[in-house]
């Protein structure tokens, strides 16, 4: 069981964060805008609950975020984007505050299916690979 009642779901662009918080508890939804500035969502994600959990979707912003926030001391997972299944209401009204909600709501219901993060030297590997095909 998870020791955590906040959940903040994040819509990850090569240049922007945006960030959107939800309190199961309370109801409490909080947002935020970052650059791509893992040090200062981390200290938000610190102001709204140290014991927060984070997801982003995984694409091809990778896994930097990822290991920077967990270096940092947060807790976050990327969450496989083929695996959920938005209503397609929420496909008509697009943008980067509804994605984040989105997302912190289906990580505080445990419908988020985690990818596996690579670590550096696996990374490494495979971008070995690539560059010898």
């Known amino acids: 069981m998870l020791d955590t009642t906040t959940f903040i779901g994040l819509d990850v662009h ?5 960030a959107v918080s939800l309190d199961v508890m309370t109801g409490e939804v ?4 970052f ?3 893992a040090g200062a969502v981390a200290e938000w994600v610190r102001s709204v609950d140290p014991k927060a959990r984070c997801v982003y979707e995984s694409g091809v912003t990778g896994f930097d975020l990822q290991k920077r926030l967990s270096g940092l001391g947060v807790d ?9 299944i938005k209503p397609s ?3 008509r009204r697009k943008n980067d505050r ?4 989105f997302l912190a709501r289906m990580l505080s219901v445990g419908n988020v299916v985690e990818v596996w993060v690579p670590d550096d030297e696996c990374e490494a590997a495979r971008d ?3 560059a010898l095909i």
Do not use: H, Q, W
């Open 14 to 18: 090569a240049r922007s964060i945006k």
């Open 30 to 33: 909080r947002c935020a805008t």
């Open 35 to 37: 650059g791509y500035d």
């Open 76 to 84: 976050c997972v990327v969450g496989a984007v083929s695996k959920m």
């Open 89 to 91: 209401a929420d496909r």
């Open 98 to 101: 509804n994605d984040a909600e």
């Open 128 to 130: 070995l690979m690539l």
